[in-house]
């Protein structure tokens, strides 16, 4: 079975600053791979597919990066709208997502 | 606009059985695939179950295979999770999740989630 890593688990940034993310897959899910935003009590929200492609009306300081088994999400200048917990989830195989990063005020 | 309501929740004791349902409006029902995400307390999302378009091909995780079965009503734009034997490991948030395209996973809208708890 596919496993999904995600680090960090927290990350504590500044507004403006340049934050990334990384997922990795334990084989090969090519560039099948999203990117999901959840606020709490929130349903999460679609950042990012097939790797790199951005979500309808989702902000173009995000964005994707990577294929196989290494992936980035990238926050150019986070804003006060990003705090929030990040999923990555392959879709190679059925569908499995990654533990999360909570992004946090630092 | 897209919009998903889920409904349905509730408690019920380990061992029985609940439907939760999804209303859909806001795109051609039918035309997409429909998932079922889930979320436990604290934790992380689970996708648990798919199904297509015409309902005649659905998937599901291991976790729930045998016990829960998905179905939808295109007439009714509506979809249904029917759970069975239910654990106190099933206790989560339910979301429905329109899939992008035909059975891609890739869930580009969500309901806002219906909560389900299982006592034991």
């Known amino acids: 079975d596919i496993q999904m890593t995600q680090s960090p688990s927290t990350l504590s940034a500044s507004v403006g600053d340049r934050v990334t993310i990384t997922c990795r897959a334990s084989?090969?899910?090519?560039?099948?791979l999203a990117w999901y935003q959840q606020k709490p009590g929130k349903a999460p929200k679609l950042l990012i597919y097939d790797a790199s492609t951005l979500g309808s009306g989702v902000p173009s300081r995000f964005s994707g990066s990577g294929s196989g088994t290494e992936f980035t999400l990238t926050i150019s200048s986070l804003q006060p709208d990003d705090f929030a917990t990040y999923y990555c989830q392959q879709y190679n195989s059925y569908a499995l997502f990654g533990q999360g990063t909570k992004v946090e005020i630092k | 606009e897209v919009h998903l309501l889920e409904s349905g929740g509730g408690l019920v004791q380990a061992g029985g059985s609940l439907r939760v349902s999804c209303a859909a409006s806001?795109?051609?029902?039918?035309?997409?695939?429909m998932n079922w995400v889930r979320q436990a307390p604290g934790k992380g999302l689970e996708w648990i179950s798919v199904?297509?378009?015409?309902?005649?091909?659905?998937y599901y995780a291991d976790s729930v295979k045998g016990r829960f079965t998905i179905s939808r009503d295109n007439s009714k734009n509506t979809l249904y999770l029917q759970m069975n034997s239910l654990r106190a490991e099933d206790t989560a948030v339910y979301y429905c999740?329109?899939?992008?395209?035909?059975?891609?996973?890739?869930?580009?809208?969500w309901g806002q989630g219906t909560l389900v708890t299982v006592s034991s």
């Open positions: 084989q090969s899910i090519r560039s099948w």
């Open positions: 999740a329109k899939d992008l395209g035909v059975t891609t996973k890739i869930f580009d809208y």
């Open positions: 199904i297509s378009g015409s309902g005649a091909n659905t």
């Open positions: 806001g795109f051609t029902f039918s035309s997409y695939a």
